[in-house]
């Protein structure tokens, strides 16, 4: 079964602790990304990587770096978290002109 | 930015009616994607329509494109309970055919 697995599911954290959102796949999918979810403002893509390696800014990188050591994982990392990146994260796999399988999300709360 | 623009932000019928909700976008697309989010979860991918293709069925789900007005409709019939969801379009264009570029969906609400 193809799966995209997000963790944590939640996290409340205070402003300026570091923090990583782990996601894998189980597909071998080459192309992953991450998305952040605001009320009123759909979803907005941060990161995104097309292989190992390669990983360029979506919409709105600000404060927000990755990692795509391995085909399978590609972790959002938050240096200095800060209260408006309090949001709902969608981390997403895919191929080329198919369809993306999206994780469960994990919400963050940054105080 | 944002590419679609779903239409309408809310809609609520009763079980057994059909639902359309619409996307705009604004540019060239190499397809559209409708996914569904049920309250607090992920998207599940419903149906994706290629810019050539200009009408999908999938089971109880039928989507239209018309690349002139750069507009999009999806069309659940006979609704149940189960359906109520928010409702997202998602397009994707240029040289990219992975990076999607979402709306801000259409609640709708499916009354038993």
């Known amino acids: 079964e193809a799966q995209v697995t997000q963790n944590p599911r939640y996290l409340i954290t205070v402003t300026g602790k570091k923090l990583t959102v782990t996601c894998s796949q189980n597909?071998?999918?080459?192309?992953m990304s991450w998305y952040r979810q605001d009320p009123g403002l759909g979803l907005r893509q941060i990161y995104y990587s097309m292989n190992v390696e390669v990983t360029d800014k979506g919409d709105v990188p600000e404060g927000y770096k990755v990692s795509r050591k391995e085909k399978r994982n590609f972790p959002l990392i938050l240096e200095s978290p800060s209260p408006n990146q309090t949001s709902l994260y969608f981390c997403?796999?895919?191929?080329?002109?198919?369809?993306?399988?999206f994780g469960d999300g994990t919400r963050l709360s940054i105080l | 930015s944002q590419q679609g623009e779903e239409d309408p932000q809310a809609l609520s019928i009763q079980e057994g009616e059909n639902a359309t909700m619409n996307c705009s976008y604004k540019t060239s697309i190499n397809n559209l994607q409708w996914y569904r989010q049920n309250s607090g979860r992920g998207l599940v991918h419903l149906i994706l329509?290629?810019?050539?293709?200009r009408e999908k069925h999938s089971g109880r789900l039928r989507v239209t494109l018309d690349t002139s007005k750069k507009s999009s409709s999806l069309l659940i019939t006979a609704s149940r309970a189960a359906d109520t969801a928010s409702y997202f379009c998602a397009t994707t264009s240029g040289g990219s055919n992975y990076k999607l570029t979402f709306g801000k969906g259409t609640l709708l609400t499916v009354n038993p």
């Open positions: 329509i290629r810019s050539n293709e």
């Open positions: 597909m071998n999918h080459e192309y």
């Open positions: 997403a796999a895919g191929v080329l002109s198919q369809p993306q399988h």
